[in-house]
């Protein structure tokens, strides 16, 4: 028996100037993507901005429901929009933002299980690692890859 500890990795910049050009222009789409929140139960408005390999920005907000679960979440409107529309073209980076009632939240928005699962299956399809951002009003952190968010991801391929 033994016992074994995980280490992850991110970046955490306290302000926006402190980062890339290019990472910066896409911290400002997720938070215009906001704007396409359709959110009117949780009044919490989620956007996502999603660079692919060929410098396209896909956008995506959270579409909420009377029948809960009929719902998706920001991230996941981005990546399956993305996929369909340019299915040979790799994911890169997936900046996401919550609001509460309009107001940009402190900590920086953490996706959920199922959207980061979604994130590892195209991660794997592209073979290259899908770099994440999470938005706050009082910081921002940045993962290079799927791997650091959700360890021992789930993979139909490996036994
Ligand atoms: N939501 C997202 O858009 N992304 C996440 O990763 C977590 C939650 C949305 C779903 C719902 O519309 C609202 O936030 C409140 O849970």
Not at 90 to 96: E, G, H, R, V
Not at 134 to 150: H, N, S, Y
Request: glycine letters at 6%; one cysteine or more.
């Amino acid at each position: 028996m033994k016992e074994i500890t995980l280490k992850l990795n991110y970046t955490e910049y306290d302000s926006i100037e402190e980062m890339s050009a290019e990472d910066q222009q896409l911290v400002k789409a997720a938070l215009e993507s906001q704007a396409g929140s359709y959110s009117p139960y949780s009044n919490f408005q989620v956007g996502a901005a999603l660079r692919l390999a060929n410098g396209v920005i896909v956008k995506g907000a959270n579409q909420e429901n009377a029948a809960y679960p009929s719902g998706l979440c920001a991230e996941r409107t981005a990546m399956f929009w993305a996929s369909a529309n340019y299915p040979d073209v790799p994911f890169d980076t997936l900046a996401i933002a919550g609001a509460d009632h309009g107001e940009l939240c402190e900590s920086p928005a953490s996706p959920c299980g199922a959207c980061r699962q979604v994130m590892a299956e195209y991660q794997k399809k592209y073979g290259r690692p899908l770099k994440t951002i999470w938005v706050g009003a009082k910081r921002i952190r940045k993962f290079e890859k799927v791997d650091d968010i959700l360890p021992f991801i789930f993979d139909s391929l490996k036994v």
